[in-house]
């Protein structure tokens, strides 16, 4: 029996019209801004002034480091993301696709701060301490400073206490 042409005319059209949205789906969903659980811990920051803490996000899958903030438009002044990496490497960041101005603070497994840089909006210039580091602390600009995050400073959070061998807050 000979298939009727309108049969495969509309049969065609459908797999046209589900690949379109299939595509569009997916370039709608690279282009928005990703929203991991804000971890139920806060980082805390041991600093000359005292302790300031910031509630994170963590991003301790290759998926989630990838795209970290990217897309991000707003966040709070005591919020950020603590980039989890595997084992103490040479990072390194760029800020294309993201919004905001941030400072990223680089920070050694023990959980010391080893260097803070700026991050320019939509810039594809390369971000890196120059050392290898364990995690990268993304904050909004200017927020480092304003909590007296420097060079050396402690930071912790379980995640960085883990990687440090179970250290305790400085005292």
Do not use: Y
């Not at 991050?119 to 909590?147: D, H, N, Q």
Request: aromatic share 6%.
């Amino acid at each position: 029996m000979a298939r009727k042409p309108w049969i495969i005319a509309c049969t065609a059209t459908m797999i046209a019209v589900a690949a379109c949205l299939f595509v569009q789906s997916s370039i709608t969903a690279a282009g928005m801004a990703q929203a991991l659980p804000v971890d139920p811990t806060p980082l805390v920051a041991f600093t000359a002034d005292g302790e300031k803490s910031f509630t994170i996000e963590v991003a301790d899958e290759v998926s989630e480091r990838s795209a970290g903030l990217m897309f991000r438009e707003a966040m709070d002044d005591d919020h950020g993301m603590l980039f989890v990496f595997e084992r103490t490497q040479p990072v390194s960041f760029w800020m294309k696709n993201t919004p905001m101005p941030l400072d990223l603070v680089f920070i050694a497994q023990d959980g010391t701060v080893r260097d803070i840089k700026q991050g320019e909006p939509m810039s594809e210039a390369v971000i890196s301490p120059g050392e290898p580091v364990r995690f990268v602390l993304e904050l909004k600009a200017g927020t480092a400073a304003k909590a007296g995050i420097v060079d050396g400073t402690e930071l912790r959070h379980p995640a960085i206490d883990q990687a440090a061998g179970g250290a305790s807050n400085p005292g």
